[in-house]
């Protein structure tokens, strides 16, 4: 299995911008977010919301739902247990999927969010309208 790729909130923030104008849907990348029940309070915009306690039910489904995308960025509250470790089952199964002869998958690199959606927030909560959707400031106060 491929090493995880490690990016910052300012990467990810970049490359947000740079397709603020295309639907989620249609980026080269995605965000799969892994939080439970600590998933209110807001999520970054175009994420996956995959619990991680339903995670290896769906991770079939969500490869066939990346197919052809160049990036896929996976986080959780802090991005040291629950991220790290869905993103390790995502890329074990793209594995498997890619050694069956009949399915046609592409790699996309596999990265980790440093300090996951807790981070995001301490950076980003007075940009919240345009990195943060749904953002309940109660939650973070």
């Known amino acids: 299995m491929a090493q995880l790729t490690v990016r910052d909130a300012a990467w990810l923030a970049r490359l947000l911008a740079q397709h603020a104008l295309t639907p989620?849907?249609?980026?080269?990348?995605?965000?799969?977010?892994?939080?439970?029940?600590?998933?209110?309070?807001g999520h970054?915009?175009?994420s996956i919301h995959v619990p991680s306690t339903t995670f290896a039910r769906n991770v079939g489904w969500l490869v066939q739902q990346l197919q052809g995308k160049d990036e896929v960025v996976f986080h959780c509250m802090m991005s040291q247990q629950r991220g790290p470790a869905c993103a390790r089952v995502f890329a074990r199964e793209l594995q498997k999927a890619r050694s069956d002869e009949t399915a046609a998958v592409t790699e996309p690199?596999?990265?980790v969010l440093t300090g996951g959606f807790a981070n995001w927030v301490s950076i980003y909560r007075r940009q919240a309208a345009t990195l943060i959707a749904d953002y309940d400031p109660k939650v973070w106060s």
């Open 24 to 41: 989620a849907a249609d980026r080269p990348f995605a965000i799969v977010d892994v939080r439970d029940s600590d998933h209110a309070g």
């Open 44 to 46: 970054i915009p175009g």
């Open 109 to 111: 690199v596999v990265s």
